[in-house]
């Protein structure tokens, strides 16, 4: 099992997952890189000395260099993987760290605005900065060099939008799965049996007190407002709960 999932809540599901682009990797990993590239100019070099301890002396130095240069690189592999940026049913999620875990994270609900930047390299090679801006004073509030951003952006304003709806009760809640398969054949012995009385009338829904009807009122209006839900929806999610006074 992944080490977010472990951070999920229940019923949360991830709907996104992006690292930062392969371009900060190789940022980070520029010194092993540096350091390979040394070990070979001074291999070819050695290639000019005679034998003896001078050009023993520099074999060792460039294994040494090769080896670091190696170890390096791998560390700084495992560190780019390790951070990931995760859109979830409910927030947005920052993870970093190989051993040491880090975990940051902005609720989908006090996210404002997203602002996406991209320059003109970024965007040939797809990746830019997303700035976060919440309501509360923690969180996320940088994505840098994140791969793919206008489609973590979407993913992000799309998930906000269904917790919305969710949270409002203008989104109908899914119904149970449809039972397939043959019938199941009733035994002779039922078929002697006298029908049951039928079910009792479920009980209708409870009544609303006149606060509460005034806040889901002014929440779906708020939400008819930013473009959440049509006018139709409103209008009829309205009527609906007049009519539980």
Do not use: C
Not at 144 to 167: S, T, V
Not at 184 to 211: E, G, H
Request: hydrophobic share 45%; no cysteine; charged share 25%.
């Amino acid at each position: 099992m992944a080490y977010v999932d472990s951070m999920l809540a229940s019923g949360e599901v991830p709907i996104r997952r992006e690292h930062q682009h392969w371009f900060t990797l190789l940022a980070d990993a520029r010194y092993g890189i540096a350091s390979i590239v040394l070990a070979i100019v001074l291999s070819v070099l050695s290639t000019n000395l005679g034998t003896g301890s001078p050009r023993d002396l520099l074999g060792i130095v460039v294994l040494a260099l090769v080896v670091g240069g190696l170890l390096y690189i791998g560390w700084q592999i495992l560190r780019w993987r390790a951070e990931e940026y995760i859109v979830t049913s409910r927030r947005v999620l920052q993870l970093e760290g190989v051993v040491n875990k880090r975990v940051l994270d902005s609720s989908l609900e006090k996210i404002n605005d997203a602002v996406l930047t991209q320059s003109l390299f970024g965007r040939m090679f797809g990746f830019g900065d997303l700035d976060i801006l919440t309501a509360a004073e923690t969180g996320i509030s940088r994505l840098r060099m994140l791969r793919q951003p206008d489609d973590f952006k979407r993913a992000m304003l799309d998930a906000k939008h269904e917790l919305e709806l969710e949270l409002s009760g203008a989104k109908p809640l899914p119904s149970p799965p449809m039972r397939t398969g043959a019938p199941v054949p009733m035994p002779p012995q039922a078929a002697n049996v006298a029908p049951s009385a039928p079910p009792a009338p479920s009980p209708s829904r409870p009544d609303m007190s006149a606060d509460e009807l005034t806040r889901t009122l002014a929440n779906l209006a708020d939400l008819r407002d930013r473009g959440a839900i049509s006018a139709e929806e409103y209008e009829a999610k309205k009527a609906d709960l007049l009519g539980r006074l």
